[in-house]
């Protein structure tokens, strides 16, 4: 029996028709699904933003998610896309400095005014920065490795299912995978605590 057709005996009550189904299966995968995102993305702020699209287009298309398939593994072939997608469009995207004056002048006293997002001091500890530093290095991998390695060491999901997300073969899967995390431990060689 399917993941969502359990759910919709388990409480019938809970919703009805496929919307109440779909908020169980969100409520119950959403935890994971941030986690994934937080690592394709390496910041809340866009894990978040990447997450609600994913729930929106789920929303959007739950018709035509087979009941047979396990829910969590479609939602991240619809992360790992959006993921995919901004990514293309952001190196479309014309980038600038933050250090450079507003008005384009270098005689201009107008500079951005970035705000510190750190609230509590406590927030710079041994655990964020080791975890920043992991980020920096998932975030310097190329694309298809990062989703690789997030998909099969941080989720576990196994070859083949990795394989199916991506859309690869498992050969290309492995060779991401090998390469993947070739590139994560030379990034993460120096790594020292100050």
Known sequence: MAESEA????????????????ER????????????????TGNHADAEDLLQEAFLR??????????????????????TNL???????????RVTSLDAPICGDSESNLYLDIPDAR??????????????????????????????????????????EISKLTGCTIGTVRSRLHRGRKLLRHKLEGFSLR
Do not use: C
């Not at 019938?12 to 496929?18: E, N």
């Not at 299966?25 to 394709?40: G, P, S």
């Open 25 to 40: 299966l969100m409520q119950r995968h959403r935890k994971q699904a941030y986690h994934v995102a937080y690592r394709m």
């Open 119 to 160: 609230t509590e001091p406590e927030r710079v500890t041994l655990h964020e920065e080791l975890d920043e530093q992991i980020q920096r290095a998932l975030a310097s991998l190329p694309a298809d490795f990062r989703k690789t390695v997030i998909l099969a060491d941080i989720e576990q999901l196994s070859y083949e």
């Open 58 to 79: 789920a929303f959007r298309f739950f018709e035509n998610y087979r009941r047979d398939l396990p829910f969590e593994k479609w939602l991240f072939r619809i992360m």
């Open 83 to 93: 993921f995919v997608d901004g990514v293309r469009k952001k190196n479309r995207m």
């Open 7 to 22: 759910l919709a005996i388990e409480n019938p009550s809970f919703g009805s028709g496929p919307g109440g189904v779909f």
